[in-house]
C-alpha cells in the first residue's frame, strides 16, 4: 500500500505553505525555555524550521519522505538545521523525557490512534515540559476548508481534555479560526487548540 501523505508532500509547492501556523507562531513565546523541540507529524517542516529559527534546537518527525526532504529545504533555506526522522508514530518507541517540548499541528490518525499519539507527546517531554498542540475538531466536517473528511480522523474537545488529567492545562480553546495555510488549509476552521506542561 502505497504512502498517501509521502505522495501528497511529492511536489515542487509546499501544499500547506512555508509560513507557520498561526497558532503556533503567537503562542511559541511560551517555548521560551524549552531548549530541545519535537515536531510530531510536521510534513513539509514549517513549523519546525519556524521554531529553529527561534533559537530552539528542533527534531521532525514524519512518516513521508517527501515531506522530511522538503523539510530539510525549507530549513537550508531559512539558515538553520532541523534534524529529521521518518517515524511511523501508532508504532515508534519513544524515549522517555528527551525533550523540553512537544508540538503537533494538525496531526491526523485514526480513533484510537488519536490518544496514543498523544501519550507519546507526554512520554517525550521531560517533567516540567510543553505540550502544545493544534488540531480539527469534528466540528471542522461542516466547514469544508482543510482537513480529512472523515469524522473518525477528527478530534473530540471533551476526550482531549480527559488525555490531560494529572498535568496543567495553561491554554485550551475549541472554535472558530480563520486559516490561510497554503491551498488546502484555506478560510475559516473549527480547531481545538492546547498547551499543557507535564
Same mark, same amino acid.
Given at each position: 500500500?502505497?504512502?498517501?501523505?509521502?505522495?501528497?508532500?511529492?511536489?515542487?509547492?509546499?501544499?500547506?505553505?512555508?509560513?507557520?501556523?498561526?497558532?503556533?507562531?503567537?503562542?511559541?513565546?511560551?517555548?521560551?525555555? !524549552?531548549?530541545?523541540?519535537?515536531?510530531?507529524?510536521?510534513?513539509?517542516?514549517?513549523?519546525? =524550521?519556524?521554531?529553529?529559527?527561534?533559537?530552539h534546537d528542533v527534531t521532525a518527525w514524519d512518516y513521508a519522505e517527501s515531506g522530511l526532504e522538503k523539510t530539510q529545504k525549507l530549513a537550508e533555506?531559512?539558515?538553520?538545521?532541523?534534524?529529521?526522522?521518518?517515524?511511523?508514530?501508532?508504532?515508534?518507541?519513544?524515549?522517555?523525557?528527551?525533550?523540553?517540548?512537544?508540538? &503537533? =499541528?494538525?496531526? %491526523?490518525?485514526? *480513533?484510537? *490512534?488519536?490518544?496514543? =499519539?498523544?501519550? #507519546? &507527546?507526554? #512520554?517525550?517531554?521531560?517533567?516540567?515540559?510543553?505540550?502544545?498542540?493544534?488540531?480539527?475538531?469534528?466540528?471542522?466536517?461542516?466547514? *469544508?476548508?482543510?482537513?480529512?473528511?472523515?469524522?473518525?480522523?477528527?478530534?473530540?474537545?471533551?476526550?482531549?481534555?480527559?488525555?490531560?488529567?494529572? %498535568?496543567?492545562?495553561? %491554554?485550551?480553546? !475549541?472554535?472558530?479560526? &480563520?486559516?490561510?495555510?497554503?491551498?488546502? %488549509?484555506?478560510?475559516?476552521?473549527?480547531?481545538?487548540?492546547?498547551?499543557?506542561?507535564?
Open positions: 500500500m502505497g504512502n498517501k501523505w509521502h505522495e501528497r508532500f511529492d511536489t515542487e509547492e509546499y501544499i500547506y505553505g512555508e509560513e507557520p501556523n498561526d497558532f503556533i507562531r503567537s503562542e511559541a513565546g511560551r517555548l521560551k525555555n !524549552c531548549t530541545s523541540v519535537v515536531c510530531f507529524a510536521e510534513g513539509e517542516g514549517r513549523n519546525a =524550521v519556524f521554531l529553529a529559527k527561534q533559537g533555506k531559512s539558515g538553520v538545521e532541523v534534524r529529521t526522522k521518518k517515524v511511523d508514530l501508532l508504532e515508534y518507541e519513544v524515549d522517555t523525557g528527551a525533550f523540553d517540548a512537544a508540538v &503537533m =499541528v494538525f496531526g %491526523h490518525f485514526y *480513533g484510537e *490512534g488519536q490518544r496514543k =499519539v498523544f501519550e #507519546k &507527546m507526554l #512520554k517525550a517531554v521531560k517533567p516540567g515540559g510543553i505540550v502544545m498542540l493544534e488540531v480539527y475538531s469534528k466540528e471542522q466536517l461542516e466547514y *469544508g476548508t482543510g482537513g480529512p473528511r472523515e469524522a473518525d480522523m477528527l478530534y473530540n474537545p471533551k476526550e482531549i481534555l480527559e488525555w490531560c488529567d494529572g %498535568h496543567r492545562v495553561v %491554554h485550551f480553546f !475549541c472554535g472558530e479560526r &480563520m486559516r490561510e495555510e497554503g491551498r488546502l %488549509h484555506t478560510g475559516l476552521a473549527h480547531v481545538i487548540q492546547l498547551i499543557l506542561i507535564k
